[in-house]
């Protein structure tokens, strides 16, 4: 059975910065591709950064060049750094993991079928 924990949300100021970590047991990080989600509350989920099994990454626009996506595959992880946060960055961000192992449609929730619980994002002005 496939876990998916995420850790690392919390509160920051804008222009903080915050890493978030996805712990997924009975799966490899490794052979998958994995990618990470945000929910605001009263929309809908959206795709914020994927990663392939071969360490392609593909971004949103609203995040590109601010957030960091990764794999330790040692550690068996994935990662989430997100730089210069913005109040419309406030979500609940999920961790997602997929059989898939290609890179197409990083950021479609559609391309994955285990999903963690969240981790609460806040960033205040």
């Known amino acids: 059975q496939v876990q998916l924990v995420e850790s690392g949300g919390g509160s920051v100021q804008a222009g903080g910065t915050l890493r978030l970590s996805c712990a997924p047991s009975?799966?490899?990080?490794?052979?998958?591709?994995m990618g990470w989600f945000r929910q605001a509350p009263g929309k809908e989920r959206e795709g914020v950064a994927g990663?392939?099994?071969?360490?392609?990454?593909t971004y949103a626009d609203s995040v590109r060049g601010r957030f960091t996506v990764s794999k330790d595959i040692l550690k068996n992880t994935l990662f989430l750094r997100m730089n210069s946060l913005m109040p419309d960055d406030t979500a609940m961000y999920y961790c997602?993991?997929?059989?898939?192992?290609?890179?197409?449609?990083?950021?479609?929730?559609?391309?994955?079928?285990?999903w963690g619980q969240g981790t609460q994002v806040t960033v205040s002005s």
């Open positions: 997602a993991a997929s059989i898939r192992s290609d890179t197409y449609e990083l950021l479609d929730v559609g391309g994955y079928s285990y």
């Open positions: 990663i392939s099994a071969y360490g392609t990454t």
């Open positions: 009975g799966y490899s990080a490794r052979n998958y591709r």
